[in-house]
Every structure is written in C-alpha cells, then in structure tokens.
C-alpha cells in the first residue's frame, strides 16, 4: 500500500471521470494529493475557472461522493514555465508524497528522473469525460451537467460559470482594442 499519492490536473472543470480515477488510486494509497495545476490561470475560454473555484468544485464532489475527504488533500500549484524546476516546485507547494500517478509523458518523464516511482491509472470513460469537449458544451449551449458531479453542477452555476465562458468566448473585432487593468 502507498502511503500518500499525487495526481495533478488542471480540472477545468472537474469531472466524473477525475472521481473514478481518485477512487482508483484511493484503493492504492491511503492518502491522496490533489494538485491543481496553472493554480494562477482563470478567466479565459481554456482556464475558466479559479483555483479557489476548483478546489470549491474539488471539495464538494470528493464529499457528495462519499470518498473520506480526510484522505484527499487539495493543493494549488501555480506554474513555473521551467521543466527542470517544476518537480521542486510542486514538492514546494505539496505535502510529501511517495508516488505520481499520471498519464502526461512530460510529468511522468520529470518525476520519474526525479527518483520518483511514477504509476499511470487508466482514464475513465476519456472520451466523453475531457474538459475541453465539457468546456464546449458549455460555451454552445448543449447539455453538459451529466458529465460531471451534481457538486460541480451547483458551483459552475452559484459562480455564473457558463457565463463566464459565454462572455469569453464572444468576438471583440467590433469594440476595438481594449485595455485590461484600467
């Protein structure tokens, strides 16, 4: 049995197939470590949500579902845009931890040269549970709620979520350049 596994994902948002996966790797791990990746992107088409907003998301589906959410810690991890700092990075935003799971070549190729033992568990359903086709639905109006937990559902719309998307989403050629932070 691993003592305290890692898994990180951008969660953009997340979806029913995150949970099988957590519950996969739960049977293997006494604890887990959620690491929300790009912790500081939000509020564009690709990264909608904030990472406050995922760890919301995060917390209320692990509890709907029943998984013991005294084994699952959430952490943001923010990019470095440097692959040969990102594993320290991470290790200085996360608890300690014993195995990656994943199944991003670069993550597992970083960890594993970073001594790490590094596992893959089998996507869930991938071709249906994919942010980016779930984002889509969002932006074009089609039925998007069966994908992920009703948790999920509740934030997206406590935060205007598709909304959001729909504004970002709109083309500005007709209002001209515009200035941010002004």
């Given at each position: 049995?691993?003592?305290?596994?890692?898994?990180?994902?951008?969660?953009?948002?997340?979806?029913?197939?995150?949970?099988?996966?957590?519950?996969?790797?739960?049977?293997?791990?006494?604890?887990?470590?959620?690491?929300?990746?790009?912790?500081?992107?939000?509020?564009t088409?690709?990264?909608?949500?904030?990472?406050?907003?995922?760890?919301?998301?995060?917390?209320?589906?692990?509890?709907?579902?029943?998984?013991?959410?005294?084994?699952?810690?959430?952490?943001?991890?923010?990019?470095?845009?440097?692959?040969?700092?990102?594993?320290?990075?991470?290790?200085?935003?996360?608890?300690?931890?014993?195995?990656?799971?994943?199944?991003?070549?670069?993550?597992?190729?970083?960890?594993?040269?970073?001594?790490?033992?590094?596992?893959?568990?089998?996507?869930?359903?991938?071709?249906?549970?994919?942010?980016?086709?779930?984002?889509?639905?969002?932006?074009?109006?089609?039925?998007?709620e069966?994908?992920?937990?009703?948790?999920?559902?509740?934030?997206?719309?406590?935060?205007?979520?598709?909304?959001?998307?729909?504004?970002?989403?709109?083309?500005?050629?007709?209002?001209?350049?515009?200035?941010?932070?002004t």
């Amino acid at each position: 049995m691993v003592r305290r596994a890692l898994f990180i994902g951008r969660f953009q948002p997340p979806h029913k197939g995150h949970l099988e996966v957590f519950k996969g790797i739960l049977k293997e791990a006494d604890e887990l470590i959620v690491g929300i990746g790009s912790a500081q992107e939000s509020h564009t088409l690709e990264n909608p949500f904030t990472a406050g907003e995922r760890m919301l998301m995060l917390g209320r589906a692990l509890a709907e579902e029943g998984i013991e959410t005294s084994r699952v810690h959430i952490v943001p991890i923010p990019d470095v845009n440097n692959n040969a700092l990102w594993v320290s990075h991470v290790l200085s935003y996360s608890p300690p931890f014993s195995v990656v799971y994943t199944g991003n070549p670069l993550v597992r190729r970083l960890f594993r040269e970073a001594g790490y033992e590094v596992r893959t568990f089998p996507l869930y359903n991938r071709k249906d549970y994919m942010g980016t086709k779930i984002r889509e639905r969002m932006v074009r109006g089609k039925k998007w709620e069966h994908l992920v937990p009703p948790a999920v559902v509740k934030v997206v719309e406590e935060i205007d979520g598709v909304g959001r998307m729909r504004d970002l989403s709109q083309s500005d050629r007709l209002l001209g350049p515009r200035k941010t932070g002004t």
